[in-house]
């Protein structure tokens, strides 16, 4: 191998550790393919609320000697179902208003930086962000906030999961206690 085409750090200048930055590259990736998919889940949900929902309404409108206090509670419990199932896919951002670019929490989320002037943002981007390891701490804090974010749609998905098995629990005793003899 030829000395003269490898560059190599001069003396005293660590080589950066490309793993790191891989590796970091690559959680940053997994919790975005984990936002989609929970995303992708409520909207399945949303989806069966939503026919759940029309069926019982047509079966209401054509049938009103239907007991109402089991369709109420299957309705609450579809209700509750698809308000935290929108919740999971609504956009939630908040304006922050900064003084200066060096306040932004996350400088690599949007909702840091939209308030921001181009020329403030591109001058604080070139002069914070000058070797691996401010690099290293920018991607930590974006994936820091991409976690706590999916927590709370995983959080907010499990409760419509929860709230649509109990819609389907009460529906199934709905439909014993009718046809059970009394």
Do not use: W
């Amino acid at each position: 191998m030829d000395q003269s085409t490898t560059t190599k750090p001069p003396a005293g200048v660590a080589e950066p550790d490309k793993d790191v930055i891989y590796a970091l590259r690559t959680a940053q990736q997994s919790q975005i393919q984990l936002s989609i998919v929970a995303d992708q889940k409520a909207n399945i949900v949303i989806g069966i609320c939503l026919i759940l929902m029309s069926i019982m309404h047509s079966r209401l409108l054509v049938n009103a000697a239907l007991p109402p206090t089991p369709l109420l509670l299957v309705s609450c419990a579809i209700g509750v179902a698809f308000v935290t199932a929108i919740l999971v896919v609504m956009p939630r951002t908040k304006t922050l208003h900064l003084d200066a670019a060096r306040d932004m929490p996350d400088p690599l989320f949007f909702g840091s930086f939209a308030n921001i002037s181009l020329d403030d943002y591109r001058d604080y981007m070139t002069t914070t962000l000058t070797n691996n390891e401010t690099a290293r701490r920018m991607l930590v804090t974006d994936i820091y906030f991409a976690g706590a974010v999916l927590g709370r749609k995983y959080l907010m998905l499990q409760i419509s999961y929860a709230a649509l098995l109990l819609a389907g629990i009460l529906s199934f005793g709905a439909i014993l206690s009718q046809s059970l003899p009394i």
